[in-house]
């Protein structure tokens, strides 16, 4: 006796361009969107301690790139690879170096990814989907990736190896981010960003 299949549900693939539609519908208001490869995805409200860090971070990259015009620092921008409109991140902080930069500014999303991307984490957040827009931010242009992990006081560094494989290593407290090809010359000690309290304990928690 022949098994019959059963029908396959349909599922819609997205555009940025229904992002934006459903972003300018009140209904959505406070709700934040992405897309990987058509699939829609919901961003997590940030929490205090999500806001402090990229806060912090954004003032530090910043700091470095204003006075030396190297590029723009930007948070939470809508960006997506210019081939492709089935992608769409909202990185927490952005930096985009000025020969990057279209000629004029964009009236909805960046048509081109950041050449860093720093993703913070959230207690709703998984690993596994970090670490699924840290490979989409590679494969489409960014040069590194830093995923900021408050519980553990540590950073997930993403890049690029010479042989073109996806690399990431964990920089704890003690180590320090640096721009690389990126960014030459930048640095940033994880002590600032998770410093300990006046008992010595953690900052983060």
């Known amino acids: 006796m022949a098994v ?13 361009d229904d992002v934006w539609a459903m972003e300018c ?3 959505n208001e406070g709700r ?8 829609l995805l919901e961003e997590p409200m940030p929490n205090w301690t999500h806001a402090k860090l990229a806060m912090l971070i954004g003032h530090l990259l910043l700091s470095y790139v204003r006075p030396r015009k190297l590029g723009e620092v930007t948070v939470e921008p809508g960006m997506h690879p210019q081939h492709s409109r089935h992608t769409l991140l909202m990185p927490d902080i952005a930096f985009l170096r000025y020969d990057r930069l279209p000629d004029s500014p ?17 207690p709703s957040n998984s690993m596994a989907q970090l670490r699924r827009k840290a490979r989409t931010y590679l494969q489409h242009g960014a040069t590194l990736v830093w995923l900021v992990l408050p519980e553990q ?6 890049q690029v190896g010479d042989d073109e494989k996806l690399r990431r290593r964990l920089v704890e407290r003690a180590g320090a981010l640096e721009g690389g090809t990126a960014l030459p010359g930048f640095e940033l000690k994880l002590s600032l960003l998770f410093p300990p309290d006046d008992n010595g304990e953690d900052h983060a928690s």
Do not use: C, H, N, Q
């Open 4 to 16: 019959s299949e059963l029908p396959r549900v349909k599922t819609k693939t997205y555009t940025i």
């Open 32 to 39: 934040y969107f992405y897309l990987i490869d058509g699939e």
């Open 153 to 158: 006081s540590a950073v997930e560094e993403w």
């Open 106 to 122: 964009p009236e909805v999303y960046m048509p081109t990814m950041p050449d860093i991307a720093v993703e913070i984490k959230s």
């Open 25 to 27: 519908d009140p209904v």
